[in-house]
Structures are given as structure tokens and as C-alpha cells.
Nanobody, 115 residues
């Protein structure tokens, strides 16, 4: 199963980016999904999660700034990131989880926020 993540880039502090991660329909319709990030020298951390039923949760550091969503018709998950800060700089990974297949990871997309 291949996950296609995109949307990273370089942005100034206060700016916005939207990440996307597309998956096959067979995985998308049953998966719990999430975005993780890993900054240099740090462990990978959960940023936001959305369940197969649509419930969402966020890390405290991004609450009120980031929004996770999914489009069932496009089988794509999104992370809208507003009011970006330099400390948001990291490689962002999409994750899909199903009981049958376990964790599936996208290839990672770099987000760099300049001050």
C-alpha cells in the first residue's frame, strides 16, 4: 500500500501550509489516520489524529492552529497548518492504521518555518 504525502515547503512565521496524504480506498475507508512530525534530534511525535468515524484530536502545541480533515471522495487526508512557528519545522509523516495491516507510513514531507 502506497501513501502519497505532499504539500511541505518553506514558509515564513505566521504563514500557512496544507499537507495532503492520499491512500487507496480499501485502506482509507477503515483506517484511523494521523500526522506525525520529527524535528532534527527529536523523537517523532503525534501532531493530529482523525478516526475512521471522524473524531479528531491534537497535540497541545498545535491546538487552534492546525486542522486535520479527510475527504472520502478523494481518499485524501489533510493537515491545514496556520500561524506557523519556527518550532513547527520538521519532517511531517502521514500515518494510516488498520487492524489488518498495522501502521502504514507516507514518505515524509519537509516543513520549514523561517523566523
Amino acid at each position: 500500500v502506497q501513501l502519497q504525502a505532499s504539500g511541505g515547503g518553506l514558509v515564513q512565521a505566521g504563514g500557512s501550509l496544507r499537507l495532503s496524504c492520499e491512500a487507496s480506498r480499501s485502506v482509507f475507508i477503515i483506517a484511523n489516520m494521523g500526522w506525525y512530525r520529527q524535528a532534527p534530534g527529536k523523537q517523532r511525535e503525534l501532531v493530529a489524529r482523525i478516526t475512521s468515524g471522524g473524531s479528531t484530536s491534537y497535540a497541545d502545541s498545535v491546538k487552534g492552529r492546525f486542522t486535520i480533515a479527510k475527504d472520502n471522495a478523494k481518499t485524501t487526508m489533510y493537515l491545514q497548518m496556520n500561524s506557523l512557528k519556527p518550532e513547527d519545522t520538521a519532517v511531517y509523516y502521514c500515518n494510516y492504521y488498520t487492524r489488518a495491516m498495522g501502521d502504514l507510513w507516507g514518505q515524509g514531507t519537509q516543513v520549514t518555518v523561517s523566523s
